[in-house]
């Protein structure tokens, strides 16, 4: 038996311009970097979870960290499109979510109204990743 997990503690998403996506994340998202460099910005989340954007050009070399061990390189050598989903509170919340996307003028590609009762929004970020918006009851674990 395999040992216990807790939550995802990071979702990276991977760009070709790191500021030009953080922007996006910054604007639309509300959300603010705790570091930002030309090639990764990192956003901390609630519930101590990360989201990373990074440069795929710069991330495909091992990266020695003399005294700590090693990174090994990150990374997909295409712009395969990649998935995010930020839990919110409830429905008012999400509909705080829909109000804020259409002032955004941020298009809601999709919406999911799920057998459990939950409710999931999609738009797209600057780059084309598809980015959710969830309340419980989505999921059994969620």
């Known amino acids: 038996m395999a040992p216990k ?4 503690v990071e979702t990276i ?3 070709d311009d790191a500021p030009r996506l953080a922007r996006w994340y910054k604007d639309v998202m509300g959300l603010e970097p705790f570091m930002e460099t030309k090639r990764v910005a990192m956003f901390a989340l609630p519930n101590s979870t990360l989201l990373l954007l990074f440069d795929r050009n710069e991330v495909t070399e ?3 960290c003399p005294g700590e061990g090693v990174i090994p ?3 997909c050598p295409t712009g395969l499109g990649q998935h995010i989903a ?4 409830g429905l008012d919340e999400i509909a705080e979510w829909e109000a804020h996307f259409k002032a955004k003028q941020v298009p ?3 919406t999911m109204d799920w057998k459990q009762g939950g409710r999931s ?3 797209k970020d600057s ?4 980015i959710e918006v969830i309340t419980r009851g989505v999921w059994k674990a969620y």
Do not use: M, N, R
Not at 5 to 8: K, T, Y
Not at 86 to 89: A, S
């Open 121 to 123: 929004l999609y738009v």
């Open 62 to 64: 091992d990266k020695e």
């Open 13 to 15: 998403l991977y760009t």
């Open 5 to 8: 997990l807790e939550q995802i």
């Open 86 to 89: 930020f839990g919110c509170g």
């Open 108 to 110: 809601i590609i999709a």
């Open 127 to 130: 780059e084309g990743h598809v």
């Open 73 to 75: 390189k990150h990374g």
